[in-house]
C-alpha cells in the first residue's frame, strides 16, 4: 500500500471536504497557504461510477494540490469498492469514506452519517474500500447519532449544511439555512446513541490509515462546542492518524483540541473558507509558538491569486463563482459593506481587481 498518511508529521493540516467550496481553485490556495492534505468536494459513488462529467469535473485536481484525496459516499460495499477503483485509477493519493455528512438528501438514503445506524454494514463498506485499491482508506465520521431516526427527520423536506450553507448539486441539496435538524420531541431522547467509539471498535481491525471525526452530533450538527471527550476517547482505537475537526477558527484553537485530545492534527474547514492564510498562521504558531496575521494588502493579494486560479480553472464562470467567496473575504475589512456589494456582481478579473485597487 502506498501510504503517504505514514510520512507526514504533527502536526498535519487538513482541508476538510466542504461541498460548494473546496473546488480546486480554494484548494490550490489552500495549499499555498500551507496545508499538508488536501481533501475534494464529497461525490456519490454512484456518480463515480456511471461516468458523470461533472462530478468528474468537480474532483479534479492538479499536482500542485497532492497528497489530494478524493471524499466519497454511499452504502453498498460493492459501489464502494468500485468506485475506489476509480479513484485509484484518477491518480488520486488516498480516498476517505463520509460516514459525517449530516445533509438530509444523504442521510435519507442511508449515505454520510446514517451509516453509523449499521456497524455491521459500516464495516463491510470499509472493508470493500481496503481490498480494493492499493492507495489507502480513510474515514469522515461524526461523534455520534440516534440509533432510531425520529418522526421529524423522516418527515423532513430540509436540507442542511455540510461544512457550508453552499451544497454541491451531487447528492445533496440546499435548504434550511441555520444548518440545524429539528430536535427530536422529548419521549425520543432516551433513545440507543451510537459513538464515534462503538464505529472505530467495528473497524478496528481494518487498515484505516486516517480517521476525522468532527466532535459534535447528527442531531447538532453544527452548534455549540465541539466534544473533546469523544475525540480523547477514540484515541487508542485509531492506529492511524487521528485528526481532529469542527470548531477551529483560530491556531490557538488547533492547540487546544491537539493538546487535549492527542489528535495528530486538525481538519480545517469553515475557519479557512475566506481566511486561507489560517493554515499558515496555526503551522507557525504550532511548531514555533508564535504566528502573524497577514496585512490587509498581503491579504488582497492572495484574493487575487484565487480569483486567478478560479479564471484558469473555470474560465468566467470561475469568476463568477468566487462571489460566493467574497462576503467570507472582506469579513473586517474597512469599508466592507459597501465593497461587498460590488464584489458579488463582478464577472471579470479586471473587475475584482480595479474594486479592491480601490477600495484599499
Not at 229 to 246: M, Q, T, Y
Not at 260 to 266: F, I, K, L, S
Request: glycine letters at 8%; hydrophobic letters at 40%; charged letters at 25%.
Amino acid at each position: 500500500m502506498r501510504n503517504f498518511w505514514e510520512k507526514l508529521e504533527s502536526p498535519i493540516l487538513a482541508l476538510a471536504p466542504m461541498a460548494g467550496v473546496t473546488d480546486k481553485a480554494f484548494r490550490q490556495i489552500c495549499k499555498e497557504q500551507g496545508a499538508d492534505v488536501i481533501y475534494t468536494e464529497f461525490a456519490s459513488v454512484d456518480a463515480l461510477i456511471h461516468g458523470n462529467q461533472r462530478t468528474r469535473d468537480m474532483i479534479s485536481f492538479t499536482n500542485e494540490e497532492r497528497p489530494v484525496v478524493v471524499q466519497i459516499f454511499g452504502n453498498d460495499p460493492e459501489k464502494i469498492g468500485a468506485a475506489c477503483r476509480i479513484v485509484e485509477e484518477l491518480g488520486f493519493d488516498g480516498v476517505d469514506i463520509n460516514f459525517g455528512c449530516p445533509a438530509y438528501k444523504v442521510v435519507k438514503n442511508g449515505g454520510g452519517v446514517a451509516c453509523m445506524r449499521d456497524l455491521d454494514l459500516l464495516h463491510d463498506i470499509v472493508q470493500a474500500a481496503c481490498e480494493s485499491v492499493a492507495i489507502p482508506v480513510s474515514i469522515k465520521i461524526r461523534a455520534s447519532i440516534k440509533k432510531k431516526a425520529s418522526d421529524l427527520e423522516k418527515k423532513s423536506d430540509r436540507s442542511f449544511e455540510y461544512n457550508s450553507p453552499l451544497i454541491a448539486e451531487e447528492g445533496v441539496g440546499g435548504g434550511g439555512r441555520d444548518g440545524t435538524l429539528p430536535q427530536s420531541p422529548p419521549s425520543q431522547r432516551e433513545e440507543v446513541v451510537i459513538t464515534a467509539v462503538d464505529l472505530m471498535e467495528a473497524v478496528k481491525e481494518l487498515p484505516v490509515a486516517a480517521v476525522m471525526i468532527h466532535a459534535r452530533s447528527y442531531e447538532k450538527p453544527f452548534d455549540g462546542k465541539a466534544d473533546d471527550e469523544i475525540i480523547k476517547a477514540i484515541r487508542p482505537l485509531v492506529k492511524g492518524k487521528l485528526i481532529a475537526n469542527g470548531g477551529v477558527h483560530t491556531p490557538e484553537d488547533a492547540e487546544n483540541i491537539m493538546k487535549g485530545t492527542g489528535a495528530d492534527g486538525v481538519g480545517l474547514a469553515r475557519g479557512v473558507w475566506g481566511s486561507p492564510w489560517l493554515f499558515k498562521m496555526t503551522k507557525d504558531y504550532l511548531t514555533n509558538g508564535s504566528y502573524k496575521e497577514p496585512a490587509w494588502a498581503d491579504k488582497i493579494k492572495i484574493i487575487l491569486r484565487h480569483a486567478e486560479l478560479a479564471l484558469e480553472a473555470k474560465g468566467e464562470y470561475g469568476i463568477i463563482e468566487m462571489r460566493k467567496h467574497f462576503s467570507h473575504y472582506i469579513r473586517g475589512f474597512p469599508g466592507a459593506s459597501a465593497v461587498r456589494q460590488k464584489l458579488v456582481r463582478v464577472s471579470a478579473l479586471k473587475d475584482i481587481k480595479s474594486i479592491l485597487d480601490s477600495s484599499f
